[in-house]
């Protein structure tokens, strides 16, 4: 497990009912599984200071995130619905970055695209982390393929240090091995995967 200090921010991204929830309308498979691993990790974290921050999908009803207005995306987290709810499960104590809100398309936490100017701007995340001090991130949740690995890799490319929690990601691996490249790709970008170590059982892939 990652070691946590005043330094690092853990980053819980988009533990949300569309994408944790079986019924939720874009479901990352087994999603709701790693909710109570992260309420631990959230808690070893905080126990010595670390920063948590959460993020949070946060899209009007109308974009062009979703297909039905020319993305690719079946209807999700639209801002104040139960699809855009945190998991109830999920331990909530920190700061929470809401992204997409103006209608911005994008995955990162820290960067959305404008859709009408096309040009990129802060989510408020790399403010908020400088400000807490943080020089350290570590990453977990949903979806590896698309938002963990975005912001993942915009830590990256920011001077961060980023491990990845191996155990407690998801895909939602529209084709299949999408989860599986994602990794590459991250680990190739210099992210460091946590194997969960401290699990007693064969990791499953
Ligand atoms: C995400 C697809 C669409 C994510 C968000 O949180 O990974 N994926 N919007
Ligand atoms: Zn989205």
């Given at each position: 497990m990652p070691a946590y200090d005043p330094t690092t921010a853990l980053l819980v991204i988009d533990v949300q009912n569309d994408f944790a929830d079986p019924s939720g309308s874009l479901y990352v498979r087994t999603g709701e599984q790693i909710v109570t691993l992260i309420?631990?990790?959230v808690a070893r974290a905080r126990a010595v200071g670390a920063t948590v921050v959460y993020t949070q999908d946060w899209h009007p009803a109308v974009t062009p995130h979703f297909q039905k207005d020319g993305g690719v995306w079946p209807v999700h987290c639209v801002q104040d619905t139960?699809?855009?709810e945190f998991h109830p499960d999920l331990t909530v104590i920190g700061p929470v970055v809401r992204k997409g809100s103006n209608g911005e398309d994008g995955y990162s936490g820290f960067t959305m695209?404008?859709?009408v100017i096309g040009a990129t701007v802060p989510t408020g995340l790399a403010d908020l982390l400088a400000e807490a001090g943080?020089?350290?991130l570590v990453i977990c949740?949903?979806?590896t393929d698309y938002c963990?690995?975005?912001t993942a890799l915009d830590g990256r490319e920011g001077g961060y240090p980023v491990t990845v929690l191996d155990d407690k990601?998801?895909?939602?691996?529209l084709q299949?091995?999408?989860g599986d490249r994602a990794v590459e790709e991250m680990l190739r970008a210099g992210v460091l995967l946590d194997r969960a170590e401290s699990m007693t059982g064969q990791p499953s892939d």
């Amino acid at each position: 497990m990652p070691a946590y200090d005043p330094t690092t921010a853990l980053l819980v991204i988009d533990v949300q009912n569309d994408f944790a929830d079986p019924s939720g309308s874009l479901y990352v498979r087994t999603g709701e599984q790693i909710v109570t691993l992260i309420n631990a990790e959230v808690a070893r974290a905080r126990a010595v200071g670390a920063t948590v921050v959460y993020t949070q999908d946060w899209h009007p009803a109308v974009t062009p995130h979703f297909q039905k207005d020319g993305g690719v995306w079946p209807v999700h987290c639209v801002q104040d619905t139960w699809g855009a709810e945190f998991h109830p499960d999920l331990t909530v104590i920190g700061p929470v970055v809401r992204k997409g809100s103006n209608g911005e398309d994008g995955y990162s936490g820290f960067t959305m695209r404008d859709p009408v100017i096309g040009a990129t701007v802060p989510t408020g995340l790399a403010d908020l982390l400088a400000e807490a001090g943080a020089t350290h991130l570590v990453i977990c949740g949903l979806a590896t393929d698309y938002c963990v690995k975005s912001t993942a890799l915009d830590g990256r490319e920011g001077g961060y240090p980023v491990t990845v929690l191996d155990d407690k990601i998801r895909a939602v691996d529209l084709q299949a091995g999408d989860g599986d490249r994602a990794v590459e790709e991250m680990l190739r970008a210099g992210v460091l995967l946590d194997r969960a170590e401290s699990m007693t059982g064969q990791p499953s892939d």
